[in-house]
């Protein structure tokens, strides 16, 4: 293609839709621009002081800003901070698994008038601000001179930056500009050595060095992050220093304005390189017209994103789209499709891609882009096991834990297949479907979740009784017993449980085929909540095959969801507990001794439990001395022996069993009780009413933040919680 015709082509693309990798999004009905009340609902200021991000827990203390599935990201300077001003914090960028900072502003603008520096404070502090799709600096430079910065993401390896200086004096003046920034080193080597800058014709760049630390760092020697300004320009290094220079200088008359442009590109390889060079032509080409195309993108974000939340609410729903949008990784290394990472601000949630995570994720990301949400289901069923594969052919249909950019055999210590993650993967996919009105996903999908559903059967269910158990593959790392009892723990989502103790009894058994194959190995126990999952996921196979006219397998789906639901509702209520509990593989009683745990109301929200029962599950999940804490539904119950306010999944509260928690309420039209809960966890949970993070849990008996700030699937579910669709 030419380049006027690959221009062409990208503008008409960016206008259509304002998004390259996801063409369908809920942009096509968009109201005027978002409302101020939208700006900083996440606060965004700060400067990194060292390479390596995070503190102690390994969380980034300053939270950022990306978009498009982009590899980096970006922050605001904090009022005051005068040596940043003129630039964006940063970038954060991805090394293939793990964020770095790069520079604590690597591109500072400075304008110039008769060889003197003008003082981007001379008219005061300036105001630094997020919009839902852009950062933004407005300077007052005095006598009537104004600059503004704004960034936004051009396309998934590419920010676009504008500076609009103007004139609103009464003489002409004459400017010059100039970029400066340095590059913030990692503090040991080999990371120490890996980027160095260069002068380009256009810019600037930074090449990074091979680094293979599986734990820390990963570069092949192909990375790039190239600063292309529109503006002819002339760029000297000094060691890990650069300038960068306007050619000309620019005179504005009065009234009149001039637009410094430019891009920040991250790529992971020479092929990338080359294309987004073409890219960032067409971009620096019609700078205007792709900021048009992402604002009326993220119009249709928010519309999709507050549509049926309350007034008073719209701001929190505008920061769980902001945390999800952040959260997107474009397509890189092994992940195929875009998909959305649980957080960039945690050093172990950054470069991959989880399935429970992705199951619930893409519920919440429908309501505002159904194709993102699509998309990352997709890349979660990129790599569900053929039955021809050569490592685990025993496993076919099995959806892996995570995936990450690099697999095990490009040195990927993160990637998991030693277990799966809870089914839910038709649920996700029916929900999509309600927002997208996609058929075509449901018959691409169908085949897949059936063989899901299947590899649960023949791999998880011990004693063929057709109540599954969570557990462990066939892999190198489930070498003992005890691993073995760990991965199945994992797989169940609720890793250090009380009920999943060893010291409580729990076990392991292995799992073979008829012929003495080894299939895996499962706990000696069946869960109440994986067989109240899979009866739901069989209740939307019913539904999916009936929409794609498949008569006979929705009515043969629908026949095994009702013979789940009742062995679940039969074996697993225990009358004197008044609650739901795993079950003893061996006696088939239920493990009360364990306490109550939060996945005991999971059978109200699939529609598992009786009205008798259901009304004994509310009666406990609406006392205080059980689940309805200061924040209401800890992992735990508060009666429990076990119960630990911020062990992790022994007590604080998730969102997502939150979610679950409040949905099966309102299934059995217990909604007041609901409204109350959901307005209690909204009001005390930390951050949620104001401009803090989401996080992944929550003290249940203060509110205060725990793990993992910007968490994607407290986001994504915090969306049908403040519209009461749980």
């Known amino acids: 293609m030419t380049a006027h ?77 005068t040596d940043a001003y003129g630039g964006f914090s940063g970038p954060l960028y991805i090394a293939q698994e793990y964020p770095w900072w790069l520079s604590k502003s690597f591109s500072r603008i400075r304008l110039t008038e008769r060889g003197n520096t003008l003082d981007l404070a001379g008219g005061g502090e300036p105001h630094l601000t997020s919009l839902p799709g852009r950062l933004r600096q407005s300077y007052d430079l005095g006598r009537g001179l104004r600059l503004t910065l704004e960034l936004r993401f051009a396309t998934d390896r590419s920010a676009l930056v504008r500076a609009e200086v103007r004139n609103t004096g009464p003489a002409a003046r004459t400017l010059g500009a100039e970029w400066t920034g340095s590059l913030l080193r990692p503090a040991d080597r080999p990371m120490r050595d890996a980027p160095s800058l260069t002068a380009t014709r256009s810019g600037v760049g930074v090449g990074f060095a091979k680094v293979r630390e599986t734990w820390d760092y990963l570069t092949d020697g192909t990375e790039r992050f190239d600063v292309t300004h529109r503006e002819a320009v002339r760029t000297t290094v000094d060691g890990d220093t650069y300038r960068t220079e306007a050619v000309r200088p620019v005179t504005l008359a009065p009234g009149r304005s001039h637009s410094f442009d430019w891009t920040e590109s991250y790529t992971f390889t020479a092929a990338e390189h080359t294309k987004e060079q073409a890219r960032v032509r067409a971009v620096l080409a019609r700078p205007g017209a792709v900021v048009s195309a992402a604002d009326t993108r993220w119009r249709g974000y928010v519309v999709g994103a507050t549509r049926g939340v309350p007034a008073d609410r719209r701001r929190t729903a505008v920061k769980s789209l902001e945390t999800l949008v952040t959260n997107w990784r474009s397509a890189a290394g092994q992940i195929k499709h875009d998909g959305i990472t649980p957080s960039i601000s945690y050093k172990w949630f950054t470069g991959g891609i989880w399935a ?43 959806i892996p834990d995570v995936i990450f950019y690099n697999d095990p055999s490009r040195g990927g210590g993160n990637w998991n297949e030693r277990n799966s993650k809870p089914p839910l993967a038709a649920w996700a996919v029916w929900k999509v479907y309600e927002k997208s009105g996609n058929r075509a996903f449901l018959r691409e999908m169908y085949p897949k979740l059936a063989a899901y559903q299947s590899w649960w059967y023949r791999n998880r269910d011990h004693d063929r009784d057709g109540l599954a158990e969570y557990g462990a593959t066939v892999d190198a790392a489930n070498d003992s017993p005890e691993q073995q009892r760990l991965a199945a723990a994992w797989e169940s989502g609720m890793d250090n449980a009380p009920r999943f103790d060893a010291a409580l009894g729990t076990g392991v058994v292995a799992n073979r085929a008829a012929d003495g194959t080894l299939l895996g190995h499962s706990l000696t126990q069946e869960s109440v909540d994986l067989n109240a999952y899979l009866a739901a996921d069989q209740g939307y196979l019913a539904r999916i095959a009936g929409t794609l006219g498949r008569t006979a397998d929705a009515e043969r789906w629908k026949r095994r969801a009702a013979a789940t639901s009742a062995a679940v509702r039969t074996t697993m209520y225990d009358p004197a507990d008044g609650w739901f509990h795993d079950i003893a593989l061996d006696t088939g009683a239920p493990l009360t001794a364990r306490g109550r745990g939060i996945e005991g109301a999971v059978p109200l929200w699939t529609g598992t439990a009786s009205d008798a029962q259901a009304r004994v599950v509310r009666d406990v999940l609406t006392d205080p001395a059980e689940f309805a804490t200061t924040v209401p539904f800890p992992t735990v119950a508060k009666s429990s022996p076990y119960f630990s306010p911020t062990a992790y999944w022994r007590g604080p509260v998730w969102l997502d069993q939150a979610y679950f928690a409040l949905g099966g309420l309102r299934r059995y039209g217990y909604d007041k009780d609901a409204d109350a809960l959901r307005d209690r966890l909204v009001t005390h949970a930390a951050g949620l009413a104001d401009d803090g993070p989401i996080m992944e849990n929550y003290d249940p008996t203060t509110g205060a933040p725990l793990n993992a700030p910007g968490f994607s699937w407290s986001a994504a579910l915090l969306l049908p919680i403040l519209t009461g669709d749980e």
């Open 5 to 81: 015709r690959y221009l062409g082509a990208l503008t008409a693309l960016l206008l259509a839709t304002g998004t390259l990798a996801v063409p369908r999004t809920a942009a096509a009905h968009t109201r005027p621009g978002p409302p101020p009340s939208y700006a900083d609902v996440l606060d965004l200021h700060g400067t990194p002081t060292t390479a390596q991000p995070g503190d102690g827990d390994d969380n980034n203390p300053v939270t950022v800003f990306a978009d498009r599935g982009a590899w980096h990201a970006y922050a605001l300077p904090e009022n005051g901070d």
């Open 356 to 398: 429970w995570d992705t199951w619930k994720q893409a519920v919440g990301t429908a309501r505002f882009a159904p194709g993102l949400a699509e998309s990352q289901i997709r890349a979660m069923f990129d790599w569900q096991v053929r039955p021809d594969s050569a490592t685990r052919p025993q496993d076919a249909g099995m």
